[in-house]
T-cell receptor
Framework: DAMVIQNPRYQVTQFGKPVTLSCSQT?????MYWYQQKSSQAPKLLFHYYDKDFNNEADTPDNFQSRRPNTSFCFLDIRSPGLGDAAMYLC???????????FGPGTRLLVL | AQSVTQLDSQVPVFEEAPVELRCNYSSSVSVYLFWYVQYPNQGLQLLLKYLSGSTLVKGINGFEAEFNKSQTSFHLRKPSVHISDTAEYFC????????????FGAGTRLFVKA
């Protein structure tokens, strides 16, 4: 089945230690998104790629970076995680910007 | 810019009872509207969407929603809920021609009791 895969499902890191979260898709969609979702809150868009074009939300901290080496993969890098970065990180894809988004199962990040 | 308000943070309901989850939006342009469901420790899954055409939209798992432009609402309904419908439900909006950003509401936790 075509799908969006996130690895790992759970990630524990130490305060200030860089961490990378991975997302891959078999849908061949043009757009890939990264969302941060804290407990009992709405997903908050961090940034998205349309093909290789990177679009950062204005309020996304500089601590968060992303890479998309090819259509299938997208990475979220947190350069120096703080306690406030503990959250669920969701990857999503869509064929174009206005269509349904397909979400991965998420990576839950814990910062110690 | 768009915004979404989900009027109820939690909705408890008995099994087999009807339910309505309320969603209001604001936008200066035409919109696309979505309802997503999130089960514990999972990503979001599309329930239904309104892009254009008929204002009554039917989705998966027996859910439907009605787009009301005059009241700027997109309420989600199900005539008879099951225990398995217990989940978080998110209403979302995208502006037509507004690029790639979808705005999500804060979510409504539906809790179905036996």
């Amino acid at each position: 089945d075509a799908m969006v895969i996130q690895n790992p499902r759970y990630q524990v890191t130490q305060f200030g230690k860089p961490v990378t979260l991975s997302c891959s898709q078999t849908l061949n969609h043009n757009v890939m998104y990264w969302y941060q979702q804290k407990s009992s809150q709405a997903p908050k868009l961090l940034f998205h790629y349309y093909d290789k074009d990177f679009n950062n939300e204005a309020d996304t901290p500089d601590n968060f970076q992303s890479r998309r080496p090819n259509t299938s993969f997208c990475f979220l890098d947190i350069r120096s995680p703080g306690l406030g970065d503990a959250a669920m990180y969701l990857c999503a894809t869509s064929r174009t910007g206005v269509e349904t988004q397909y979400f991965g199962p998420g990576t839950r990040l814990l910062v110690l | 810019a768009q915004s979404v308000t989900q009027l109820d943070s939690q909705v408890p309901v008995f099994e087999e009872a009807p339910v309505e989850l309320r969603c209001n939006y604001s936008s200066s342009v035409s919109v696309y509207l979505f309802w997503y469901v999130q089960y514990p420790n999972q990503g979001l899954q599309l329930l239904l969407k309104y892009l254009s055409g008929s204002t009554l939209v039917k989705g998966i798992n027996g859910f439907e929603a009605e787009f009301n432009k005059s009241q700027t609402s997109f309420h989600l309904r199900k005539p008879s809920v099951h225990i398995s419908d217990t989940a978080e439900y998110f209403c979302a909006v995208s502006g037509v021609g507004g690029g790639f950003k979808t705005i999500f509401g804060a979510g409504t936790r539906l809790f179905v009791k036996a």
